[in-house]
């Protein structure tokens, strides 16, 4: 080590590292590194010592030795003068780096994965008061930091020359999310990144995590990411996510799912914790779920859901404009606007890229109308996926008995149920 500019290091590294006191005489050895979440979450508090030949109860005792107060020196670490070592904190949230972090998992929100942590990198700097502070700079998730701590108890100069023979697979401590709820190291999941992630990377994720990790994850998500989440995962690991809240807590998020995609889980569900979820639940959302839980899930009502916009002939382009802004559905799989006659019977589509070319007064009969394909609502799943293909939908209206529209089938809902098959 040096004294003089900032030094990079490495926990690995770290651990064992000899501490003396001013004189010169060996205090310990280093054995962790504590840090105190909160405020400045990123900055070692200080290093916790193996004395040397002091033991309490048959065990070495351990103390801690500020940061503030050690000075770097060629073979190691030494207390400045008129510094003493203090208690190691008791705080249940103190975090220790070797035991809260070292091979837990991680979410890489920008790898979009789960990844294992070896090693995690630390940098010696000074502070503008003239002292020493030493901060977490990026965990290391590759080969380099595994190396660095199977090769452990060999010369420090000696791992570095096998360990930088591999490519360095880091994230920066400040993308760091903490997954592990059983450890000391509480849930850290950043909701701003999180909810910028698709929803099916965020299933990917959950399905990679072992249960308790997975379940933390799960609860920390708003109700309209959870909801979006919970479409993407397979009903066996819907069930085993939802198993540990409560009715309501899954009344509300199942609102915030597209209505047959609720139906379909609910469909999943033993009958009496339907029931009860269906209790919870808003009377209005209740009753589009209840309605398509009567519909066989093999069946174009089966698979469709009630969230569209359906308009009358006569409408004009500024009422589409209106109706997309309300619309409190997917709005990105709105891709046509239904047009409806006096009997709510569905008798034509015009697409929103043909309605946003038109001037606002323009009304939707006087626009070029798309090809409309229509299904009912006992047609089979196979003959929908055909339809798709054959006329190469990106969505598909379902009709009643009286050709009334009754939802829409998105080319996903056909993709999941070829999935199932």
């Known amino acids: 080590m040096t004294r003089n500019g900032d030094h990079k290091t490495t926990v690995s590294a770290l651990l064992g590292t000899e501490v003396r006191d001013a004189k010169g005489t060996a205090l310990g050895r280093v054995r962790e590194c504590a840090v105190m979440p909160g ?27 500020a940061v503030a107060d050690l000075e770097l020196i060629s073979d190691g670490l030494r207390l400045a003068a008129n510094a003493a070592l ?44 003239g002292g020493r502070a030493l901060r977490i700079t990026e965990v290391e998730v590759g080969l380099r930091g595994a190396v660095r701590r199977l090769l452990k108890g060999l010369p420090a ?31 850290k999941v950043d909701q701003d990144r999180l909810s910028e992630m698709h929803p099916s990377d965020i299933a990917a994720i959950l399905e990679e995590l072992a249960p308790a990790e997975r379940q933390a994850l799960f609860e920390s998500l708003n109700e309209e990411v959870a909801a979006e989440t919970l479409e993407e995962v397979e009903p066996k690991l819907q069930k085993s996510l939802l198993e540990s809240l409560d009715d309501e807590q899954v009344a509300g998020i199942v609102e915030e799912m597209d209505p047959g995609a609720a139906a379909d889980l609910l469909a999943e569900l033993p009958e009496e914790k339907s029931e009860a979820i269906l209790e919870e639940m808003d009377p209005e959302e209740r009753q589009e779920v209840e309605e398509l839980l009567e519909f066989s899930q093999d069946s174009a009502a089966g698979r ?61 009969n006087e626009l070029p109308h798309g090809h409309l394909v229509s299904c ?36 996903e809902q056909v993709i999941a149920l070829l999935r199932s098959h």
Request: hydrophobic fraction near 45%; charge should be negative.
């Open 86 to 129: 203090a208690e190691t904190p008791q705080d249940p949230s103190l975090v220790l780096l070797e035991r809260d972090l070292l091979d837990q998992q991680i979410i890489d929100v920008h790898g979009r994965k789960v990844v294992r942590v070896n090693d995690v990198n630390l940098s010696w700097e000074s502070t503008p008061e």
């Open 39 to 65: 405020g400045d979450s990123s900055r070692v508090l200080g290093l916790i010592l193996k004395l040397a030949g002091h033991k309490t109860g048959g065990r070495q005792k351990a103390e801690m030795a």
């Open 376 to 411: 009912e609502e006992d047609t089979s799943g196979r003959k929908v996926a055909e339809l798709f293909d054959k006329y190469n939908l990106k969505s598909l209206p379902v009709v009643d008995a009286e050709h009334r529209l009754a939802g829409v089938v998105h080319a």
């Open 304 to 364: 469709m859901t009630t969230e569209y916009i359906a308009l009358p002939r006569t409408a004009t382009v500024a009422e589409v404009l209106a109706a997309l802004r309300d619309f409190e559905g997917d709005i990105e799989l709105i891709t046509d606007i239904y047009l409806v006659d006096e009997e709510e019977r569905l008798c034509a589509l015009v697409s929103v890229v043909r309605i946003l070319l038109a001037g606002t007064e323009a009304r939707l």
């Open 157 to 187: 100069n000696a791992i570095e020359r096998v360990a930088v023979r591999f490519s360095p697979s880091l994230i920066p401590w400040d993308f760091v999310d903490l997954i592990d709820p059983a450890r000391r190291v509480r849930l």
